[in-house]
């Protein structure tokens, strides 16, 4: 009986990858020409004087490079922009741990209704925030925690850990049970197994989840707006109203305190972005 040959491929031929790869590269290319036209608007406006920072001259670069609008917005966000880093900070720190035992023992503990409790877990990722503001704001009164930074970091922590939850039981499950089977062995228990063998390891997931509520944090509005004021709240509140108070028409403030009110997001990223992808995937299969 004789057999089929093998289907062979023809190889492409170098003008045509060449193609490929020009056309490929030219997407990218657009793509980040797309995404980096506000960016551009926001930074040259930010260097305008109060005359050149109009609507018609947009596009245009500055007559004259001024840094009146970066001191201008420096002046008004830094005390609110200190009150961000000692809210964002702790509720980061504190949710992605949180989670990180949550994700463990419901990873690799086993107990009669894991499962739902995992479910009830992540229910919390899935209720709108608008619908329950004002119980919400019942309940903060009657634990009575503080109005501002103490009731944002709360909030922030306890609204934080369905998804700090959820990747870390993701990446857990992905690493090898002989790992926790060894510990057992060895006598460690399920505090002493997470604290000498799993979190050492975790690297990839903390900086995907740190930089996740770090950025959901810096950036919130509607917490800040029904948990603060102007007097005690974050960065958010003071940049709306930098932009829509008696400094409306002047644009280069505004965009300097836009620019200046993302910085930290954007060193954030910077400094755990080449975890972030890894630690994504990691729990994308279960080893």
Not at 178 to 187: F, I, K, N, T, Y
Not at 225 to 238: D, E, K, L
């Amino acid at each position: 009986m004789s057999r089929k040959a093998p289907r062979r491929f023809d190889a492409v031929s170098p003008g045509r990858y060449a193609a490929r790869r020009t056309l490929r590269y030219g997407l990218i290319l657009a793509f980040a020409v797309l995404v980096l036209i506000p960016v551009y608007v926001l930074f040259v406006t930010s260097f305008k004087g109060s005359g050149d920072a109009t609507p018609a001259r947009a596009w245009s670069i500055p007559e004259v490079w001024t840094t009146e609008n970066w001191r201008a917005a420096w002046t008004s966000l830094s005390p609110s922009i200190w009150r961000t880093v000692q809210m964002v900070v702790p509720s980061t720190v504190v949710s992605a741990f949180l989670g990180s035992l949550n994700g463990f023992v419901l990873a690799r503990w086993r107990f009669p209704g894991a499962d739902t409790v995992f479910a009830l877990i992540l229910f919390g990722m899935f209720i709108p925030y608008q619908a329950v503001m004002i119980p919400l704001n019942q309940l903060v009164l009657d634990l009575r925690v503080p109005n501002g930074i103490p009731s944002l970091i709360l909030l922030h922590v306890v609204f934080g850990l369905p998804i700090t939850t959820l990747i870390f039981r993701g990446f857990y499950r992905s690493v090898p049970a002989e790992l926790v089977e060894a510990a057992r062995v060895d006598g460690a228990g399920p505090l002493r197994t997470y604290w000498s063998v799993v979190l050492p390891i975790s690297v990839p997931s903390f900086a995907v989840v740190l930089i996740w509520q770090f950025t959901n944090g810096w950036n919130d509005y509607l917490f800040a707006v029904f948990f603060s004021s102007s007097q005690n709240g974050p960065v958010t509140i003071a940049l709306n109203n930098l932009a829509n108070g008696a400094l409306l028409q002047n644009y280069g403030v505004s965009m300097a305190g836009a620019l200046l009110a993302s910085l930290p997001t954007l060193l954030v990223y910077v400094v755990l972005g080449r975890y972030f992808v890894g630690g994504l995937m990691s729990g994308s299969v279960k080893g």
